[in-house]
């Protein structure tokens, strides 16, 4: 188990203003144990939640073309049919990850490919399940067309929480199955289009692991 990269700065920054507080009420109330340990505990346990949420598990990698991996770790909360407007323009069948603080907030490539389309959208923080959450919070919207000419699209979504989504990919740019294409900070979700003939190996309720649990297969 490691931290992940982008974890560093936040935790750092939280330690240190804990640090600084945890000092102040020292100086300032010498002979008061009983909130000097408030604090104290107080600052223990947002640090090693705050730890927690960058934790960055090693993970073991199977690669197979037939497959769409999850993208994140979660609970699916949604799988319906839905007519996809951006860039596919098509019906796809929708498969959305719930990513609550206490999951890993990695997101995952579903399939190896080319990015064939990429764009970053500002936009709102309404809470990840509220159904507009898709096309009005701050998200980014990222295809992947397989060597075979397949295409899926997927969205990492913002939500009250998570005020920052990082990317690491490109349009053009040639990626792996399972490799980390981004990072959400506190809590959102996935939103992943598949073609309707894909068959789907998940259902309302599972809890997929980023990278490792099946979505669904070609």
């Known amino acids: ?68 991996l999850a993208p994140a770790d979660g609970k699916v909360v949604v799988i319906e049919e839905v007519e996809e407007t951006e860039f596919l323009h098509t019906r796809c069948r929708q498969i959305s990850i719930f990513m609550s603080p206490f999951n890993v907030h990695i997101n995952r490539n579903p399939i190896s490919g080319i990015v064939s389309y990429f764009k970053y959208h500002k936009g709102k923080y309404l809470v990840a399940w509220h159904p507009k959450s898709s096309t009005e919070n701050e998200r980014t919207t990222i295809a992947i067309k397989s060597k075979d000419g397949r295409q899926i699209l997927f969205r990492q979504i913002a939500g009250a929480l998570a005020k920052r989504i990082v990317w690491y990919v490109k349009e053009g740019q040639a990626v792996e199955q399972g490799e980390e294409f981004g990072f959400i900070k506190f809590g959102s979700r996935v939103d992943v289009f598949i073609p309707l003939e894909a068959k789907v190996l998940v259902k309302i309720g599972d809890k997929p692991v980023g990278g490792k649990t099946i979505l669904a297969e070609w």
């Not at 936040?10 to 507080?21: A, C, E, K, P």
């Not at 223990?44 to 598990?57: A, K, M």
């Open 1 to 68: 188990m490691s931290i992940h990269r982008e974890g560093f700065k936040t935790i750092f920054l939280v330690l240190f203003v804990f640090t600084v507080l945890y000092v102040a009420v020292m100086l300032a109330l010498p002979d008061n144990r009983l909130i000097q340990n408030i604090v104290l505990a107080t600052g223990l346990v947002i640090f090693v939640i705050v730890v927690q949420f960058f934790r960055n598990p090693a993970r073991q990698i199977v690669q197979n073309e037939k497959h769409i």
